[in-house]
T-cell receptor, first 112, second 112 residues
Framework: KNQVEQSPQSLIILEGKNCTLQ??????????LRWYKQDTGRGPVSLTI?????NTKSNGRYTATLDADTKQSSLHITASQLSDSASYIC???????????FGTGTRLQVFP | DAGITQSPRHKVTETGTPVTLRCHQT?????MYWYRQDPGHGLRLIHY???????DKGEVSDGYSVSRSKTEDFLLTLESATSSQTSVYFC???????????FGPGTRLTVT
């Protein structure tokens, strides 16, 4: 079983709509939990980083939430744009290590 | 891409040949990482470096070696490439343990 699982694997939405991506993890506690955006053919780019004690972090139209009790994180995208089409990756940083644990990502497609 | 370049960006090579990928940074960050990304898998750590001449193995280090003779360069070598090493390779940098990791643009390697 993967230590970081994301759902759905893929998602199609219309421009302007909101969406929520899910991340379930087993590593607990952790140093931080990160969400990355990866455009096709590019490297991942950080959207948010949350410590174990935080429960929400925003970056423009992106809001990440964390529920340590259920070991779940969500990434909510508001008023989607065509440029939001990308893969979104949830990453957990266990304590006292640089060895991050990556989810396999959710592929989001935004259509006009 | 946060002052990170990777070379080459694309390479096709034959099984059994040696291959070296280069990561170059202009940020003077202490930590550098090599990952591979394959369909159905999250990014997986191959090797990382926490300073000049200081390196450690990641979860998929077999068949790979690294060297870091100066702060700005981190080399990944496949001594004898195999088809299972066909992948997209990403370099990342960070200022320190637990800090943000910034990714390079990636190198697409095909081993025939």
């Amino acid at each position: 079983k993967n230590q970081v699982e994301q759902s759905p694997q893929s998602l199609i939405i219309l421009e302007g709509k909101n969406c929520t991506l899910q991340c379930n993890y087993t590593v607990s506690p952790f140093s931080n939990l990160r969400w990355y955006k990866q455009d096709t053919g590019r490297g991942p780019v950080s959207l948010t980083i949350m410590t174990f004690s935080e429960n929400t972090k925003s970056n423009g139209r992106y809001t990440a939430t964390l529920d340590a009790d259920t070991k779940q994180s969500s990434l909510h995208i508001t008023a989607s744009q065509l440029s939001d089409s990308a893969s979104y990756i949830c990453v957990v940083n266990p304590p006292n290590t640089d060895k991050l644990i990556f989810g396999t990502g959710t592929r989001l497609q935004v259509f006009p | 891409d946060a002052g990170i370049t990777q070379s080459p960006r694309h390479k096709v090579t034959e099984t059994g040949t040696p291959v070296t990928l280069r990561c170059h940074q202009t940020e003077n960050h202490r930590y550098m990482y090599w990952y591979r990304q394959d369909p159905g898998h999250g990014l997986r750590l191959i090797h990382y470096s926490y300073g000049v001449k200081d390196t450690d193995k990641g979860e998929v280090s077999d068949g790979y070696s690294v060297s870091r003779s100066k702060t700005e360069d981190f080399l990944l070598t496949l001594e004898s490439a195999t088809s299972s090493q066909t992948s997209v390779y990403f370099c990342a940098i960070s200022e320190g343990r637990g800090n943000e990791q910034y990714f390079g643009p990636g190198t697409r390697l095909t081993v025939t």
